[in-house]
């Protein structure tokens, strides 16, 4: 599995607005796009968000990388050219634990 992780600071005046876009409009869009299984949205504090997208493969990702976030990215800047800063990570996964069921 690789997660696509994308930390935002947002505003505080903005964090209404980016909420909703993002539950509203750009997850949507991301998960139409066919790259990535599932996505995942952390608030870690006021203004900071964590968006982790799942992708299969490195393929997966490749594609979105190259055919789609141009696009979504622009459009992501339209509706918050100010007030936000974005960071971009790619994390491979190493291993999965779980903890055993009870009886």
């Known amino acids: ?8 600071e947002v505003e505080p ?10 539950q509203n409009r750009h997850i949507p869009d991301i998960l139409a796009t066919g790259c990535f ?4 949205m952390y608030l870690a504090g006021p203004g900071l968000f964590r ?11 490749n594609r979105y990388l190259a055919d789609h976030a141009p696009a979504l990215r622009f459009d992501f800047q339209q509706n918050f050219a100010e007030g936000t800063r974005v960071t971009r990570e790619v994390w ?7 903890a055993p069921s009870s009886l």
């Open 13 to 22: 005046d903005l964090v209404q607005a980016y909420v909703a876009y993002m």
């Open 1 to 8: 599995m690789i997660a696509y992780v994308v930390t935002v």
């Open 92 to 98: 491979r996964e190493l291993g999965r634990w779980t």
């Open 51 to 61: 968006q982790r997208y799942l992708a299969a493969s490195q393929a997966d990702l």
């Open 37 to 40: 299984s599932a996505v995942e």
